[in-house]
């Protein structure tokens, strides 16, 4: 058994050594690398072998910060879950010290904040910003959050498509929906780094159905059928899918793909047409999340066809 998880922290290594400085690249390969069960006790294994690795070191903050994460969502005692925020802060922090360079650390203090405590201490440089912690220099931003995060994570590498993500879920957590909304499209007016950022606002939409139609509630096929849907889901594909050269698509996020595939078949775009786009790289079912949010097991190629064609049967055009 030793043998074996010394092998499996040395795959770890070399696997993140040869991404470089490709950060978008080592974001998401770290992300992977600390989703599955017992990963935790690799990655100790790694951190007490190598002390002094910055690698090791970021891994163990993404295994703490995702510790400390579903302790909340247990809702264990608070004197647990301020533990488990401790440890993962120290192990950002110590991270952040062992390679400036790297956004992963600052992805996770941001993760971090989505936890019921003041967000500021998870900024090891708090002391140090002159502008408001919580505040962004944009008027058409009015809401608090934990901007240097953020602009941290930017630094490091331009257009994070995950430290955005977290921004959103962070406001998701403490303001709602609305919120998450908000920023989702302002995020998208403002011509982001990536286009990938485009779809921060089909991911806001996704999460206020499931809040307004989750468990099987009805009114779906109002929602879906917006101008707001329409006009996100077209922006997304235009900006973003349409704008990829067509030999580098299949390295496109699978989940997005499965995103935007859903919303602009439920808005009424042609079935056919989005499948014969994003078929090839989507799954085949692309939408086992939004079928479980539901208490449905059917196939929502189908579900979806059978919304547009109510659409049509009312004699109403899917944008309007």
């Given at each position: 058994m030793e043998d074996l998880t010394l092998g499996?922290?040395?795959?770890?290594?070399?696997?993140l050594a040869r991404t470089g400085s490709n950060w978008a690249l080592r974001t998401t390969r770290s992300r992977l690398l600390a989703v599955g069960a017992g990963e935790?006790?690799?990655?100790k294994t790694w951190v007490d072998a190598e002390p002094g690795s910055p690698d090791a070191w970021m891994m163990w903050a993404r295994v703490l910060t995702r510790a400390a994460l579903a302790a909340f969502g247990r809702q264990e005692s608070e004197t647990l879950l301020a533990r488990a925020a401790g440890l993962a802060r120290q192990a950002c922090w110590r991270a952040a010290d062992l390679n400036p360079t790297c956004p992963v650390p600052w992805v996770c203090m941001l993760q971090l904040t989505q936890l019921p405590f003041a967000s500021h201490h998870f900024d090891p440089w708090v002391r140090q910003r002159r502008m408001p912690w919580d505040r962004v220099s944009d008027p058409t931003m009015p809401h608090r959050g934990p901007w240097?995060?953020?602009a941290e994570?930017?630094?490091r590498d331009p257009g994070s498509r995950e430290g955005h993500h977290r921004m959103r879920e962070y406001f998701a957590r403490h303001g709602g929906g609305a919120a998450a909304m908000n920023y989702a499209c302002w995020m998208a007016a403002g011509r982001p780094d990536n286009p990938e950022l485009l779809m921060l606002p089909l991911y806001a939409l996704m999460d206020q159905y499931k809040a307004k139609h989750g468990d099987g509630q009805g009114g779906a096929l109002r929602f879906w059928r917006s101008a707001q849907v329409v006009h996100y889901a077209c922006k997304a594909r235009d900006g973003w899918f349409m704008a990829v050269p067509p030999a580098e698509r299949p390295w496109l996020p699978l989940l997005d793909l499965n995103h935007l595939a859903h919303a602009l078949v439920a808005c009424g775009e042609d079935a056919r047409a989005v499948f014969e786009a994003m078929?090839?790289?989507?799954?085949a079912q692309p939408w086992q999340e939004i079928n479980a949010s539901l208490g449905r097991t059917y196939d929502w190629t189908t579900e979806f066809l059978r919304i547009r064609a109510a659409v049509l049967r009312q004699g109403i055009r899917p944008s309007e």
């Open positions: 499996r922290y040395l795959a770890a290594r070399d696997l935790g006790g690799v990655v240097p995060l953020l994570v930017n630094w078929g090839p790289y989507a799954t």
